[in-house]
């Protein structure tokens, strides 16, 4: 069983365009993450939600904008794509307790704007 | 910015263990050492974490210094699948982020 699922796993798309890309997790974890890793291959987090609550966001440009409908979804909308978006995107969950916790990544979805 | 500092590459033959080490000098009191690895074109994946003691589990060991300013991963028997990136992070816990630096890329040959 896939325990933080993505789709789409591959976007090509073009300038200008608004697309989403979903993200679900089946371990009833509590919070969600959305990492960013650019062609350099350093990878940032971006946003992090607890109980569809944003705790965390890292400076990113208000074209990006994730939704939390339900504990077990984090969805990443981006308006107006330009062309340093393209990175792949991981979604994490994890559950945060009294002390530690480790993330769960799904496996990354691609994102190119030509 | 990262609080780790880590060897850009290694190799390693297959089947000798792969010792990586990971220096975090400035690390809390309440942060424990987390270690990560990414496999090409795949999302990191957790191996192990520890806070004082040193750790093993069916992945890996950690070992801790006892100032706790520095750390190895083990991996007693390295196979061609343990051939990624390996991401050595300090964090508190929490609601607190995972800071990826640039990590060590472990090859193992045959």
């Known amino acids: 069983d896939t325990a933080v699922s993505q789709t789409p796993k591959y976007l090509v798309t073009q300038m200008g365009n608004d697309k989403s890309i979903k993200c679900e997790q089946n371990?009833?974890?509590?919070?969600m993450y959305w990492y960013k890793q650019d062609s350099k291959k350093f990878l940032k987090i971006m946003f992090s939600y607890n109980n569809k609550e944003l705790i965390i966001n890292e400076t990113v440009p208000n074209r990006f904008s994730p939704k939390s409908p339900d504990k077990a979804h984090l969805n990443l909308h981006i308006n107006s794509l330009e062309l340093g978006d393209s990175a792949v995107y991981f979604c994490?969950?994890?559950?945060?307790?009294?002390?530690?916790?480790?993330?769960?990544f799904g496996p990354g979805t691609r994102l190119t704007v030509l | 910015d990262a609080k780790t500092t880590q060897p850009t590459s290694m190799d390693c033959a297959e089947g000798r263990a792969a010792n990586l080490p990971c220096n975090h000098s400035t690390i809390s009191g309440n942060e424990y050492v987390y270690w990560y690895r990414q496999i090409h074109s795949q999302g990191p994946q957790y191996i192990i974490h520890?806070?004082?003691n040193n750790e093993t589990n069916e992945m890996a060991s950690l070992i801790i210094t006892e100032d706790r300013k520095s750390s190895t991963l083990i991996l007693p028997h390295a196979t061609l699948r343990d051939t990624a990136v390996y991401y050595c992070i300090v964090r508190a816990p929490g609601f607190q982020k995972l800071v990826f630096g640039t990590g060590t890329r472990l090859l193992v040959s045959p």
């Open positions: 371990l009833g974890h509590d919070t």
């Open positions: 520890g806070l004082k």
């Open positions: 994490a969950s994890s559950q945060v307790g009294t002390g530690d916790n480790e993330q769960f």
